[in-house]
């Protein structure tokens, strides 16, 4: 069975780094995109980037270009999303998804939430 | 960047109602759409994937179609469990945009 399985919620100050987790198991973890998704409060899905983990190619959004950093673990089968600087419009749900070969998003995590506030 | 905008942004539906949610692309993409529904508190949902096809699991009153740039999801026929936010989403070139969601009460 495919399984995204996030790290917990977190309450950061601005200024702070992050850096938040996406546990696969289920499937062969190399051969197939990570995506991160951003869902701000109360807004609607925004696709800042994705991964392969076989070679670590990575396309981020120029919305998030500068602003976050996507890496993985393979001996781990984890991705990450990293933030050195956050800022209080970080505040947000962040999703993990699995891109199938074909294109879509067929397995997501359950989500992220971080607050950032002073 | 590929826009996506969803037509309508909310609607209101009773049981039984036939529901039409548009979506349309900056610039064509094939068939390289996806549909995702959404419900509160909860991470999103597979619908629909290469414009047409149902993904496993997914109730059969649950359609997709267009091509180009002009998509449609519909509901044959509208169940209470159905109330939820739907996304399209384009996988033709990366960045790999959403519709801004149609709200479905």
């Known amino acids: 069975e495919v399984q995204l399985v996030q790290s917990g919620a977190d309450v950061k100050k601005p200024g702070q780094s992050l850096k938040i987790s996406c546990k696969a198991s289920g499937y062969s973890f190399i051969s197939n995109w990570i995506t991160w998704v951003r869902q701000m409060p109360g807004g609607g899905l925004e696709w800042m980037g994705m991964i392969l983990p076989r070679d670590s190619d990575t396309r981020l959004s120029p919305s998030f270009e500068g602003q976050v950093t996507i890496s993985v673990d393979t001996s781990l089968t984890t991705a990450h999303l990293e933030w050195r600087s956050l800022r209080a419009s970080d505040t947000a749900t962040y999703f993990c998804a699995r891109q199938s070969t074909r294109g879509e998003l067929d397995y997501w995590g359950q989500g992220t939430r971080i607050t950032v506030s002073s | 960047d590929i826009q996506m905008t969803q037509s309508p942004s909310s609607l209101s539906a009773s049981v039984g109602d036939r529901v039409t949610i548009t979506c349309r692309a900056s610039?064509?993409?094939?068939?390289?759409l996806n549909w995702y529904q959404q419900r509160p508190g909860k991470a999103p949902k597979l619908l629909i994937y290469?414009?047409?096809t149902l993904q496993s699991g997914v109730p059969s009153r649950f359609s997709g179609g267009g091509s180009g740039t002009t998509f449609t999801l519909t509901i044959s026929s509208f169940q209470p469990e159905d109330s939820a936010t739907y996304y399209c989403?384009?996988?033709?070139?990366?960045?790999?945009?959403f519709g801004q969601g149609t709200k479905v009460e």
């Open positions: 290469a414009t047409f």
């Open positions: 989403q384009q996988s033709h070139t990366p960045p790999n945009t």
């Open positions: 610039q064509t993409i094939g068939n390289y």
